[in-house]
T-cell receptor, first 116, second 109 residues
């Protein structure tokens, strides 16, 4: 158990709909990262928040948005869903902002989104 | 094009065999990480290598960072069924992690 929680575990919805994925970071971690994992693209970085502020952006579509709340939990909002948005969505958290050398990202168990 | 190329994409071996998986790029990374991911779970960090030429050992796993910090390898000695999983490398660049697509390893008893 990484200490990162994500809800829901599974989500099935229809094209054109909007969904919200939720993430609670490990206690004490200020950074939250969102990733999308699909078979063809692998694990793709979407966006990072640090202590409530957007810190870094990756390949996040305009139809997607995220925020981090004062209690440090984060939500990823996906709208106007398309079949191609079906994927695993992971949240990760870390203490600080630097990845790699001095900081470790802990991943949650993911949310499997299926768009029909 | 993928910034980090991992090979092989799939590997199926017998228990007790040795194996090496590779992670290659034309880009330089400040550090490189290896993760293992099991079905239905998120990736779990195995190791971080920071210095060019660095070698780290974790029990039967040996990780090496290339001298130019563009590539890395993971060698597993005497593989066990418990090593089965998706092995991902990730390079740190501008405060972001760039992941390879992974090597799916199956160790058969």
């Amino acid at each position: 158990d990484s200490g990162v929680t994500q809800t829901p575990k599974h989500l099935i919805t229809a094209t054109g709909q909007r969904v919200t994925l939720r993430c609670s970071p490990r206690s004490g971690d200020l950074s939250v990262y969102w990733y999308q994992q699909s078979l063809d693209q692998g694990l793709q970085f979407l966006i990072q928040y640090y202590n409530g502020e957007e810190r870094a952006k990756g390949n996040i579509l305009e139809r997607f948005s995220a925020q981090q709340f004062p209690d440090l939990h984060s939500e990823l909002n996906l709208s106007s869903l398309e079949l191609g948005d079906s994927a695993l969505y992971f949240c990760a958290s870390s203490v600080g902002v630097l990845v790699g050398g001095g900081d470790t990202q802990y991943f949650g168990p993911g949310t499997r989104l299926t768009v029909l | 094009t993928q910034l980090l190329e991992q090979s092989p994409q799939f590997l199926s071996i017998q228990e007790g065999e040795n194996l090496t998986v590779y992670c290659n790029s034309s880009s330089v990374f400040s550090s490189l990480q290896w993760y293992r991911q099991e079905p239905g779970e998120g990736p779990v960090l195995l190791v971080t290598v920071v210095t060019g030429g660095e070698v780290k050992k974790l029990k039967r796993l040996t990780f090496q960072f290339g001298d130019a910090r563009k590539d890395s390898s993971l060698h597993i000695t005497a593989a066990q069924p418990g090593d089965t999983g998706l092995y991902l490398c990730a390079g740190a660049k501008s405060e972001k992690l760039v992941f390879g697509k992974g090597t799916k390893l199956t160790v058969n008893p």
